[in-house]
C-alpha cells in the first residue's frame, strides 16, 4: 500500500543529502535533527520525533542545549501531533509559529499553458547569488554571509540529478523569483521549497511560471508526485488554486536564541 502523503513529506525531511559540513546530524529512530552554530532555523530543526511520553523531556533538553544560542525549530505534523509533546515544548519554551498544510499534486496530471517569463536552471555561482538575494529581499530575512564553502556545496547539487534550482527574470531582466525541487527517487516524490517572489513582480504570473518549470524538472526525471509544506496565508491559497490536493497540518514550534541564553 502506497505510503500516505503525510509521511512522504516526513520523510523528506530526514533526508540529510544535502546539508553543509558544518551542520551536526543526529538521526536515531526516536528523534532526528540538524544543528549548527549558524542562527538559521532550518540548519536548527527536529524533523522526527517517535518516542514514548515520558521520553520527551529529556529529548527536548537534548536539542535545547544543541541550540544553545541559535533560533530552534521543531517540526509538528501529523505524525508526531500528540498532547505530551505540544505541553513539554510549551513548558521549554517554544512557541507555536507559523502554520502549514502539507500539498502534492499527481506529475502526470499536472497541465499548465507554456508560460512567457524566462526561467533558468541555476547552474553558475552569479544565478545563485542573485536567487539567494531573490528569496531574502521575499521573505524580508537574510541567509547572513555564506562562505565559498557552503556556495560551491549549493552550487554542486544544482549541477546534480537531485536538486533543482530555478531563477525566473521579469521583463526588464531583473531576478524576480525563485525556486527549489529536491528529488527522492525512492518515493518517487519531489518536494517544493523555497517558492518566492519578490513584492514589486507579485501578480504577474511569475511564481506560477517558476512552480511549472519546476514540475516539469519532476516529470523528466519520471516522478510522480511533487508536493511541499504551504504556509497558510501565503503559498497554500496559491496552489491549492492550481490544484494540488490538500493534507494534513504542519507546524513549527520555535524557540528564539533569547530564551536559550543563561540567566
Same mark, same amino acid.
Given at each position: 500500500m502506497p505510503a500516505h502523503p503525510d509521511a512522504i513529506l516526513e520523510d523528506t525531511q530526514a533526508d540529510f543529502f544535502w546539508v553543509p559540513s558544518d551542520v551536526r546530524v543526529v538521526d536515531r529512530a526516536e528523534l532526528a535533527y540538524l544543528a549548527c552554530e549558524r542562527n538559521m532555523p532550518y540548519l536548527n530543526t527536529v524533523v522526527r520525533t517517535r518516542a514514548a511520553s515520558e521520553r520527551v523531556p529529556a529529548l527536548i533538553a537534548e536539542v535545547v542545549a544543541a541550540h544553545r544560542g541559535v533560533r530552534s525549530r521543531w517540526l509538528v505534523c501529523p505524525q508526531n501531533h500528540h498532547p505530551a509533546l505540544l505541553a513539554a515544548l510549551s513548558a521549554a519554551g517554544y512557541r507555536s509559529g507559523p502554520a502549514h498544510d502539507g500539498f502534492t499534486l499527481s506529475v502526470p496530471d499536472w497541465q499548465a499553458a507554456q508560460p512567457s517569463v524566462d526561467v533558468q536552471p541555476i547552474r553558475e555561482? $552569479?544565478?545563485?547569488? %542573485? %536567487? *539567494? %538575494?531573490? $528569496? =531574502? #529581499?521575499?521573505? &524580508?530575512?537574510?541567509? &547572513?554571509?555564506? &562562505? /565559498?564553502? !557552503?556556495? =560551491? @556545496? @549549493?552550487?554542486? @547539487?544544482?549541477? &546534480? $540529478?537531485?536538486v533543482v534550482r530555478v531563477l525566473a527574470r521579469d521583463s526588464a531582466g531583473v531576478p524576480a523569483a525563485t525556486g527549489g525541487l529536491t528529488?527522492? /527517487?525512492?518515493?518517487?516524490f519531489g518536494l517544493l521549497w523555497g517558492g518566492c517572489t519578490v513584492p514589486p513582480a507579485r501578480g504577474q504570473g511569475i511564481y506560477r511560471a517558476v512552480l511549472a518549470a #519546476? *514540475? +516539469?524538472?519532476? #516529470?523528466?526525471?519520471g516522478l510522480e508526485r511533487v508536493g511541499l509544506y504551504a504556509r497558510l496565508e501565503s503559498s497554500a491559497p496559491i496552489v491549492a488554486r492550481l490544484g494540488f490536493q490538500r493534507h494534513g497540518r504542519m507546524t513549527y514550534w +520555535?524557540?528564539? /536564541? %533569547? !530564551?536559550?541564553r543563561p540567566e
Open positions: 555561482r $552569479s544565478s545563485l547569488l %542573485a %536567487a *539567494i %538575494a531573490v $528569496s =531574502d #529581499r521575499s521573505f &524580508g530575512h537574510s541567509h &547572513g554571509v555564506l &562562505g /565559498p564553502e !557552503v556556495l =560551491d @556545496q @549549493q552550487l554542486e @547539487q544544482c549541477r &546534480g $540529478s537531485r528529488m527522492f /527517487p525512492a518515493l518517487r #519546476r *514540475i +516539469e524538472a519532476a #516529470r523528466a526525471a +520555535e524557540r528564539l /536564541p %533569547a !530564551v536559550l
